[in-house]
């Protein structure tokens, strides 16, 4: 098994539902006709490096360009960089030469290179690096004359294109290389927005910047202009930024739950998108799941489209496996291994079982979703225990390593966009060194992502819908349905969330 474990460890738990919210309240902060105000649901990490969550995404995507960028279909489009020749160990990068720093200066390959070399220093500890160039050592090259950047690690990773585009690769300017305290107060990027001041646990407002033109083609619409400020208001609580929305103190918010009815759609458009995956994991790590025919039994009691619709209040769809469809590489076939309802099937399967503690959290549909699958299981003769707690109560039990729940549901946002994140939370290592919160070891699984982590391409599309298989076949995971997001934009603000649901600032437009 590749040991996708050295790099997960912080990446997924902060993929994890738990990753959102700081506990703070938004005091709002107004509109004005050439600005846009819009909620976070924590602070932000204004240093690129130590991106982790949706939060940090969202600031960073007005702030910081990357080299590379992925577009509403998940494909790969020219960035700072125009283009590239890529390897399964190599990334060769020709860089545009009409990119400035906030401060003016212009961007060379020499800047590029020690931006990303700050990066990969483990001196840094960049929470999500593994997601981009796995478990190898990293090196970058530069070439000013040529205006080009080689990005090379000691083995291969078929991710590393497609990892140069994630939030935590912003390319800091020099400014801010000589000074990296200042990182967490002020920004020093060559993005379409320059940090003007930060009230942590409040607000970040965020100034355009004139000149700035060479923008990603991402696949929205780019009528209207671009608004000349942006607030990002921190707003813990959904029902407070709807009641912020509704009271014309927000322009712009993320909802995943109720409140989203309260929109009135004659003021708003709300997008839907696919923010991440909800599957129940096995703890197959000293109790009865360890037995591939009562995890067998259990996913033939459960529908999923029930519990999508419990769950998701109807928004949510059931998926394949546990790569949301948006993601690339997701394998829409995986599904024909997932084990068909059949609740005769799942009674003689689970005759014998004993009780089955089921763990998850409120913070998804109030706990809904695993109310339905404890009242599937009583419905074929099981003994099922319910712990719904608040998300940090249910995340440190999922990942403390110990066998005292049989069955999770397990909500993951994937701000990303990555398959790394979903793949190292089902394979690899168990917590507390890795993140496969069911502790399952795949052979099969195991020998596809060899194959998928060494190649690009179809090829290695090819090797992750094997991986993608072979935990279904197994009965290693049971996918359920997508995690949606709705964005909710005011009527003559429009924005584009090309990733993971995740709205990109710079393509905010008015009018």
């Known amino acids: 098994m590749p040991a996708l474990g050295l790099i997960a460890a912080a990446a997924a738990g902060a993929a994890l ?14 509109t004005a006709r050439d600005s846009v105000t819009m909620a976070i649901a924590s602070n932000p990490s204004l240093d690129p490096a130590k991106a ?4 940090d995404g969202i600031a960073l995507s007005g702030l910081y360009d990357t080299l590379v960028r992925l577009d509403a ?13 890529a390897t399964p160990d190599s990334v060769a990068l020709q860089l545009r030469k009409d990119v400035t720093c906030s401060d003016g200066t212009k961007l060379t390959a020499s800047a590029v290179a020690a931006s990303l070399t700050r990066l990969v220093d483990p001196a840094t500890a960049a929470p999500y690096i593994g997601a981009s160039f796995g478990p190898n050592k990293v090196t970058v090259t530069a070439d000013d004359a040529a205006s080009s950047v080689t990005v ?36 020093f990027g060559t993005g379409p927005y320059e940090l003007q001041s930060a009230a942590p646990g409040r607000r970040f407002l965020l100034r355009h910047r004139s000149g700035y033109t060479w923008g990603p083609k991402l696949g929205g619409s780019e009528a209207g202009t671009p608004p000349k400020t942006v607030q990002l208001n921190v707003v813990a609580n959904e029902s407070t930024a709807v009641n912020l929305l509704v009271s014309n103190k927000l322009d712009i918010a993320l909802l995943g739950g109720p409140d989203l009815e ?10 839907q998108k696919d923010g991440g995956t909800v599957w129940l994991a096995f703890n197959e790590q000293g109790t009865s799941m360890k037995d591939e025919a009562l995890r067998r039994g259990v996913a033939q009691a459960i529908d999923r489209a029930a519990f999508a619709d ?8 059931v998926i394949p496996s546990v790569v949301g469809p948006s993601i690339q590489c997701s394998d829409a076939g995986a599904g024909a291994a997932v084990p068909k309802l059949d609740a005769a099937a799942a009674r003689a399967a689970l005759s014998k079982v004993g009780t089955v503690t089921i763990i998850g959290t409120t913070q998804l549909g109030g706990g809904a979703g695993q109310e339905y699958i404890q009242a599937a299981l009583r419905g074929v003769g099981v003994d099922a225990k319910l712990r719904n707690t608040d998300t940090a ?11 005292d729940w049989e069955l999770s549901v397990v909500p993951a946002l994937n701000p990303a966009g990555s398959i790394i994140i979903p793949i190292s939370q089902t394979t690899g290592a168990a917590p507390p060194k890795g993140t496969n919160f ?12 060899g194959k998928a982590i060494t190649q690009v391409g179809a090829q290695s599309c090819a090797a992750w819908g094997q991986v993608q298989q072979a935990l279904n076949a197994r009965v290693d995971v049971l996918p359920l349905s997508t995690l949606p997001l709705s964005i909710v934009a005011r009527k003559g603000v429009s924005v584009v969330a090309p990733q993971g649901g995740m709205p990109d600032l710079g393509t905010i437009r008015l009018g």
Request: aromatic share 6%.
């Open 17 to 30: 539902l738990a990753g959102c919210g700081s506990g703070s309240k938004s005091d709002g902060g107004g």
């Open 52 to 55: 982790a969550n949706q939060a």
């Open 73 to 85: 279909g998940g494909n790969v489009v020219a960035g700072l960089a125009s283009s590239w020749t």
């Open 152 to 187: 090379k690690t000691s083995g291969p990773w078929s991710q590393l294109l497609p990892g140069l585009a994630m939030s935590w690769t912003g390319i800091v300017c020099p400014a801010g290389l000589k000074d990296p305290k200042a990182l967490l107060t002020k920004s």
């Open 262 to 271: 309260r929109i009135g759609r004659s003021a708003f458009t709300v997008t």
């Open 310 to 317: 419990a769950a998701t209040f109807g928004r949510g769809k």
């Open 393 to 403: 109560t249910w995340s440190q039990t999922l990942t403390g390593g110990k066998g």
């Open 438 to 449: 069911g502790s399952a070891q795949n052979p099969q699984a195991g020998a596809a992502l």
